[in-house]
């Protein structure tokens, strides 16, 4: 049963200071512009908690804020709320890409300043006879669709420099939501990339954000994040005990067990929370976006969403080498091919992976060998990107690092300099390693700081970034709108080799409900020989040879999984005479406006999207192994106009198991008045291109 | 769609003795009766492996076998075929009580011995030069619904007496299924009262069996445990790598870290899997009965399953307690009350919890404070016990031992001496605890010769047993009667007082495909006040308050999750003037035949069971948080006769939330050609007698 809504009148960029003005001895409170949640911060014992409710009823309970450092006394208890200032904002902006064109930024701000010693609540407790009292601000900001909270710590005598070992963030839910999770604590290459499990709450141990929850009821989702990820250490959360519904803050640690070390004047991320009555309201994700600086870049019209295909998932399927051999797949014939293949068909890109000398022999633990400047013999570097500028394409440049950041950014500024000049302006960028240099877990303060550089330099050079094994999005994609797109979770590559047989039906279902909440995802759909004999090792046993797809449901993944940079995966010559191949070409990468038609989190999900600078929508559903019928309203779409639905879906007992191939591709009439009957295989999907009758 | 069965004809009995024929030089192999299920013995490389096939598709890979000691080298690899014997054996037998009265016990019997010493296979490996060469025997028995095998070693001059460390015994998969699961390694009292997680099983770590997989594609169904643990440690899962598809047994440990100690002649626990097509296959659940040894009790006639009432629930929601004073629960004045109340409604036994010294102070730390012979001094229990005899009820004596094991056993023949002289005939048994006397593991090889030792005293009193916090079940019901049920997860009483908020709407139909394939669940179920105002902390927060359940959910439970001992777990006064209550007043507890007429693990299930020795039907659905409405035919009841649906379901609006307790209770007259609409409220369910019309 929906829950009554109040909405405020509102304030565009209303600042107001008020004096320490408390509802409650000890207790001070800000709400969303619509009134329906409610953060309220309170000391009690001297321990400064925050509470959130939803409705008038408990989500989160009185949660414990602090840290602990290595050099001084924790931030925790003997703390009294000293001042508070609020302000109201409201703003509409315009993103240069995304999945809307527009924004609307509109929040309460309280701002809690709090320092040791017990004045305002009568005690007289902590350290403060001791040493000189500390403060901090707790910044909160109150959403319609959620809340962002951080400390600031300001210049002070008592706190100069500091070091934490620990942040006492917590996070107790009222509830036991169900939660899809991936562990942040399993030793691989790159610990986002793991199929997500569901359970209980009370039960989680240490789980990476974004962490999406579903309550009991299932009238309330909810994700735990963080946004403005600049210098400090990435979050994890960790559980309590089995029955406990608390979860902390757990932060990455560098290699001396410190996890983040900083001088004041000094600001954390934003811890968020992102609040939503039905699933489908989940995305598109604006909170991160909306807690993020504004952009730093003034001129972002050489920032062109696109997409792309490239000398890649050859590599993956054991056909092409990385390193130097009779099978490179970087050599310069082979990339004319793919140029030529993506002028064709009107792709903005071509992505080379090993191009770069450093690949022979163990690339992933001789880190220091790649060069960043210096091509393989065969692989003419210039004389490529001339080739494909002339064709109206462009190479993106590969640089794999292995986790090797000192000889990465010993290189950076001369190599792009050198794309520069070759008029590239893209690269993709990986971390193929579980520590980076100095033995830095691979999401520490020091990682943090360096993919921080490598944006900056990037934007210095006009070039786009689209990162492999990175840290997870927390929207810095706002004031770096070169930061395109990354990984950071599983996928289509495990189709090609994973040890466990590839990814699950569910899989995509799941990613479009957690991951995606971040930001966007290099997934890198669109394999359409659906059949893999070779991985890397060796043949495939049968039973994993089938990637869990069908064809039709690669098409679909276009809409469903966002990304800017978007690549056509599979080889040239697997498009060649497909049908099929034609969404891909028509397909957006640039969306004014998004909706969420239908869905259920590990079931299936329906999308669309309209481009953005056109009038064609875009419409994508995929199911899970399961098969189903959708019966979708196209009231999105402009009323009394007349439309064409281009409609590519799995054809007659098509299967994810045993016949992934059969699509059919047919046409028909719609409107806005038009309900949609979409039949979706067993693994399947269905893509829609929606355009304007002629 | 359908896989061909092929029939073999049945043979009863049939013994037959091969020479050492093997079909492949180091390979050999039998069969279930219906050929569809094979399982391969194959020695490579002198590792001994097994591997299973299912319509000729690789089920579980050839996986590894053997053991670690901490005494002598271990089983693993240098082993050769020496000689295999065959036999079929077809047999109907009766248990005295069940979810079915007639067992089918169908089997090829394959027994593979192996010898240190690679002649066989033409290697030489291993040491058999350098000590005499060990030998055991691989039996497997392949049925129609899955199988076994367990591991024996005959007396022997290189192996007499031995101490295992580790069972190297693997699950490798062939498929990556999702797995129900929880943890085996998380600190609690019980480790087994915990809600359930879903995920991959590639991303598994350690786990408890039953451990219930779903093949990628919902085609098959398995469930991994074990049958027959008598001298032994309990087994438990660990994962590995975490694309790795194989599970490792994982033996729990006594105090000195040995898991079994043991002297030859020796067999293991049989290491099961059973194998179905369907997820309504699953249950009953005989393939653990089936590998354990028929019945050591001649005459059963003493064993009866009953519905019990109990002085329990009180103390849970701290309106009792168990310990003496104002509120002490066990007073001779309230178990009359309970006893003129189970007489009055037919119920075969009333539960007495706190009736005996020890409760006072921290019974969970003093363990063996606790006596089993004297009551306090405001409980009379011969009174009490002539009194309830009189009408026509017994006690049930509770025996909480907090794991103290010495205390109790060195009182237990007294104790059960003096029930059985007051004519009482079923104890239930507690171990709040982590670790039992001696440091030893809850669920080490001491431990599992406790339990044991516990059946078999109380057998020899003629008592009926129901443990709480037990090991699992391993279908020792079918050897010793007596063991009627037992706890072994998360049952009712987390709704009183549990930290996270009570159960989830989900969990019974979990359970039902999890937990209950074990064996019998004393879940307890029935309760009508679903507003629990306090547990034993204080008030319970108003969130927590609700159980997350309507009441036509709880009466279903008394189908769906089987035990012969099942109680109405409820304050008698909460029945009273109830009419809903009539249900439990009318159902049965034990069944001539059981069939799951639909459900998905996780969101539904409907049970029908046909009484034993009558002619009425009992029907249960449950749902999790989601409404649902269900189509069932009434198939299974005789054609051509009438009847009577007696119906107990969710009334108008009803819903977990919020309005829990609305039952509609109405008849109509049903044939096996209805079809019967059953509309289930949001976390809720429907209870149907069905007898025939007089």
Redesign the interface.
């Known amino acids: 049963m929906p829950r009554p809504r109040r909405r405020f009148a509102l304030c565009l960029a209303l600042l107001s200071l008020s004096a320490a003005a408390l509802p409650l001895p000890g207790q001070v409170r800000v709400a969303s512009p619509d009134g329906r949640t409610q953060v309220t911060v309170a000391v009690a014992e001297g321990r400064l908690t925050y509470a959130v409710t939803r409705d008038g009823?408990?989500l989160v309970l009185p949660s414990r804020l602090g840290f602990r450092f290595a050099d001084q006394p924790p931030i925790d208890s003997g703390w009294a709320i000293r001042d508070t200032a609020r302000l109201s904002h409201d703003e509409w902006w315009t993103q240069p890409w995304g999945e809307v064109a527009r924004v609307r930024e509109q929040y309460n701000e309280l701002a809690v300043t709090v320092e040791e010693g017990g004045q305002a609540d009568g005690r007289t407790d902590g350290p403060s006879n001791r040493r000189t009292a500390r403060r901090f601000t707790l910044r909160l900001r109150a959403f319609d669709d959620g809340i962002g909270f951080r400390y600031e710590l300001p210049a002070q005598p008592g706190l100069e420099s500091f070091a934490i070992t620990e942040e006492l963030t917590q996070f107790t839910f009222?509830?036991?939501p169900?939660a899809w999770f991936i562990?942040s604590d399993?030793p691989?290459m790159d610990r986002s990339e793991?199929?997500?499990?569901?359970?209980?709450l009370?039960?989680l141990r240490e789980v990476q954000t974004p962490l999406t929850l579903e309550s009991?009821?299932?009238r309330t989702y909810l994700v735990l994040h963080e946004a403005d990820l600049a210098d400090y250490a990435r979050m994890n959360l960790k559980g309590g005990?089995?029955?406990?519904?608390t979860l902390q803050a757990d932060l990455a640690r560098m290699g001396d067990g410190i996890a983040v070390r900083g001088r004041t004047p000094f600001v954390t991320p934003w811890r968020t929370l992102q609040i939503a009555d039905r699933v489908t309201d989940l995305a598109p994700s604006l909170l991160g976006l909306k807690l993020n600086p504004p952009s730093a870049i003034a001129n972002t019209d050489w920032i062109t969403p696109m997409k792309y295909i490239g000398i890649w998932w050859g590599m993956h399927i054991n056909t092409m080498t990385w390193g130097s051999g009779p099978k490179h797949g970087a050599t310069t014939a082979n990339t004319r091919r793919y140029i030529d293949f993506a002028a064709a068909n009107g792709f903005g890109g071509v992505l080379v992976e090993g191009w770069n000398t450093g690949w022979d022999g163990d690339w992933i633990k001789n880190r220091n060998a790649f060069s960043f400047t210096t091509p393989y013999p065969d692989y003419d570097l210039p004389g490529l990107a001339a080739y494909a500028k002339a064709k109206g394409v462009k190479l993106i440049v590969h640089n794999e690092t292995s986790g090797g950041i000192r000889n990465y950014e010993r290189q950076m500024d001369s190599a792009f300099a050198l794309y520069q000049s070759l008029g590239l302006d893209a690269i993709k960028t990986g971390y193929v390693t579980d520590t980076v240099d100095g033995g830095h877990d691979h999401w520490s303060q020091y990682a943090v700081r360096h993919h921080r550089r490598v944006i900056e330099a990037a934007a210095r050079h006009g070039i786009m970034v689209d990162v492999h094994e990175p840290l997870h999005d927390t929207g810095e994609r706002r004031t770096w709108p070169n930061m395109m797109t990354r990984e950071g979770a599983r996928g289509q590559e495990y189709n090609a080799w994973?040890?466990?047989?590839g990814n699950?039906?569910e899989h995509e279902t799941i990613l479009f409900f957690t991951r995606l909440l971040a930001g966007p995802m290099d997934f890198t759909p669109g394999i359409f020989d659906l059949l893999i004999e070779r991985g890397p090792g060796g043949p495939r046993?049968p039973?994993d040879a089938r990637i869990?797809t069908t064809l039709a449901k690669q098409l679909a993944l276009y809409v469903v999984l966002y990304s800017p940079m978007q690549m056509a995966a599979d080889l040239p010559e697997n498009y060649e005479g497909q049908p099929a191949f034609q969404f891909i070409r028509d397909v957006a990468v640039d969306w004014d406006t998004t909706r969420v038609l239908d869905g259920r989190i590990g079931d299936y999900v329906a999308v669309a999207r309209r481009e953005r600078g056109g009038q064609s929508w875009f419409l994508g559903a995929i199911t899970d192994?399961?098969g189903r019928t959708l019966d979708l309203p196209l009231n999105f779409l402009t009323p009394g106009r007349r439309y064409v639905a281009e409609i590519y879906a799995d054809g007659p007992k098509a299967h994810w198991?045993d016949n992934p191939l059969p699509v059919t591709i047919t046409s028909r009439p719609v409107t806005s008045a038009t309900r949609l009957r979409m039949v979706l295989a067993p693994g399947g999907g269905q893509a829609i291109r929606i355009r304007p009758a002629r």
Request: charged share 40%; glycine share 8%; with cysteine.
């Open positions: 009823r408990p009222a509830d036991n169900r562990p399993r691989r793991m199929l997500y499990s569901a359970g209980p009370s039960l009991t009821d299932r005990c089995i029955e406990c519904r994973s040890g466990d047989g699950l039906p046993r039973e869990r192994e399961e198991l």
